[in-house]
């Protein structure tokens, strides 16, 4: 069920991350990633491949004319929104409601955390913002029911019937689970690249030189996608549960414990990655990083993401050369994901 808390907020939108692959143990985590498997596979991915850069080229010819943007607005957000959309089977005309959901999901934290805080000023605004926030989320929440119980019914080949018909020991899933799946792919589907994309832009701009060495030798670009990954580590952390006693640095953890990886950390530790806060665009081991995760739970679409970054800097290089950004950005407040939410760009 909804769960309101003390000021009114939504709760869904924090209590059903809960019930999600994220958080399953095998056997039950493997049958339902199996589900997901056909569509990541590279005969898939070639297919999207196509359709991803037939959208970048769409983006930014909306771009072309302007001499200064909001690469967030005009952009990072619109991208992995289609690529996600495509995977899911989301009609055309549903897309847009999309940006929209997203822009609440990442204040939800914020609000949250305040609230926690008691730093949470209740004024008019702040009940207007609530009300449009839970009748977002509401709305999101009853729009993945709709889709996945239509999918149930009508199958198709998309990602969105995959999940409606997914099975674990024999059963579909609950309406809370595929209210878990439907958040989980929403959010980690669109956010993490979004902010990549967009933090590919203000890297590139703070490392000129490397910048150059793109512009000089394109086919750099693949190669350097993770290490724009690395440095940007667009999920700060991931709390996980100690299964057995074991020490890991000299540091004794108890079965049962709680444990909060903070992947930026591991990302620029000077151990693995020399020189950890300057981008190297041929850094030999960028693909060391731990932005996707690892083991059984490393990240579904991470090729999906992999390839978007790929087809855009491709293009943003080649026929913008001089794009940098401007210095204007603003970050949503928000301890879980990396959320630039506005960058400012000089075009030309």
Request: hydrophobic fraction near 40%; charged fraction near 25%.
């Amino acid at each position: 069920g909804i769960v309101h808390v003390n000021h009114g907020i939504h709760g869904g939108a924090i209590e059903k991350r809960m019930d999600t692959m994220i958080n399953m143990d095998n056997p039950w985590h493997f049958q339902l990633r199996r589900e997901h498997m056909p569509y990541f596979t590279p005969a898939y991915l070639n297919n999207l491949k196509e359709r991803i850069a037939a959208e970048v080229t769409r983006l930014l010819d909306g771009i072309e004319g302007k001499a200064t943007t909001d690469l967030v607005e005009d952009f990072s957000a619109r991208l992995p929104l289609f690529t996600l959309c495509e995977i899911l089977g989301v009609p055309e005309g549903d897309r847009d409601k999309f940006l929209t959901w997203m822009h609440y999901l990442e204040q939800a934290q914020h609000l949250v955390v305040q609230q926690a805080q008691g730093t949470l000023a209740i004024d008019e605004k702040l009940m207007a913002f609530i009300g449009a926030f839970n009748d977002n989320v509401a709305e999101m929440f009853a729009y993945g029911q709709a889709m996945l119980h239509k999918r149930r019914a009508d199958p198709q080949a998309d990602l969105m019937s995959a999940i409606a018909r997914a099975q674990i020991d024999g059963h579909l899933l609950s309406d809370e689970y595929l209210d878990g799946s439907w958040l989980l792919i929403v959010f980690a589907g669109n956010d993490t690249t979004r902010n990549t994309l967009s933090g590919t832009m203000k890297l590139l701009t703070e490392f000129g030189d490397q910048k150059q060495r793109l512009l000089h030798d394109p086919s750099l670009i693949p190669g350097a996608v993770d290490e724009f990954i690395r440095m940007v580590s667009p999920v700060i952390y991931m709390r996980r549960t100690a299964t057995k006693d074991t020490v890991v640095g000299g540091q004794k953890i108890a079965e049962g414990e709680k444990v909060i990886m903070y992947y930026g950390a591991a990302n620029r530790d000077p151990s693995v990655f020399p020189d950890p806060d300057q981008l190297d665009v041929t850094r030999a081991n960028a693909s060391k990083h731990l932005a996707f995760g690892y083991g059984p739970h490393v990240c579904l679409g991470k090729r999906v993401a992999q390839i978007q970054l790929e087809e855009a800097y491709r293009q943003i290089l080649n026929r913008f050369p001089a794009m940098r950004w401007t210095g204007e950005i603003e970050v949503a407040p928000n301890n879980f994901v990396y959320a630039i939410s506005k960058l400012g760009v000089q075009v030309r």
